[in-house]
């Protein structure tokens, strides 16, 4: 069992920057930031592998958002910049156990936090 702890979201204006933390009590192979805007589906956004920090980005996302780790606090970050209004979603940490790292397929994904909302304002 894995839990997962996220925090950091809030309210920032276009273009600011959000960093958002995941903590997670329990071992992981591979851990993901997903969002879900009302009305959406849910979609990935980064992913990290533990093993080797294989990242994977969303194309929306890319260049302005990075994921990293830090072993030590087997913590999972999202540091997010040049924020956009289109950004703004409940943003949801999630973790495998097990090998593949792949992509973002929701379902592969067996723990999830609690989410922590982010709305950027133009």
């Known amino acids: 069992q894995v839990q997962l702890v996220e925090s950091g979201g809030g309210s920032v204006e276009a273009g600011g920057s959000l960093r958002l933390s995941c903590a997670a009590f329990?071992?992981?192979?591979?851990m993901a930031w997903f969002r879900q805007a009302p009305g959406k589906e849910r979609e990935g956004v980064a992913r990290?592998?533990?093993?080797?920090?294989?990242?994977l980005y969303a194309d929306s996302v890319k260049g302005r958002f990075t994921i990293s780790r830090d072993n030590a606090k087997n913590t999972v970050y999202l540091q997010m910049n040049s924020l956009k209004p289109e950004d703004t979603a409940m943003y949801y940490c999630a973790a495998r156990l097990a090998p593949p790292c792949a992509g973002f397929l929701p379902a592969t994904y067996g723990y999830w936090g609690q989410g922590t909302q982010v709305t950027v304002s133009s």
């Open positions: 329990g071992q992981t192979v591979c």
């Open positions: 990290i592998y533990t093993a080797n920090s294989n990242t």
